[in-house]
């Protein structure tokens, strides 16, 4: 897939979920993308993969791309964005702390970051408040 057309595709996915929910997720444009199966999502949530890069169809610099992009589209239509906190399904709650779950090979800071953040329409969370 040529850049165009993934960022005509990443621009598509971001809108179609703020539609249905008022906000959206880089996970969810990647399996919207069919870069990352629901299969190989839940794999990761559960703790059996490491790292999500890892289970993602495709390179690091298309999901560079797509990152970028979430975020340029995200700016653009003045989505809050909101930090979220990924954690590991599947623990005891009364035996163990959930273990947060790491997106990037490398663990990069900034990138774990743009990861877990969501990007939540504006009029959603002040009709909420």
Known sequence: MHDRELTRKVRAAVYNQ???RGYATPV??????GVLSKQ???DWR???VDYLERVCTINLRK?????????????????????SVYKQWGRNKGS?????LRFSK??????EKWYATHFV?????????
Not at 106 to 111: E, I, K, T, Y
Not at 121 to 129: H, I, L, V
């Open 18 to 20: 703020c539609q249905k």
């Open 28 to 33: 969810d444009v990647l399996m919207d993308l």
């Open 40 to 42: 190989k999502y839940e």
């Open 46 to 48: 559960f703790g059996r």
């Open 63 to 83: 999901l560079s791309l797509i990152m970028r992009q979430i975020r340029v589209y995200a700016g653009e239509k003045g989505l809050k964005p909101s930090l």
């Open 96 to 100: 163990q702390m959930s273990k947060p």
């Open 106 to 111: 490398s663990g990069n800071a900034d990138m």
């Open 121 to 129: 329409e504006p009029k959603r969370t002040k009709s909420r408040a």
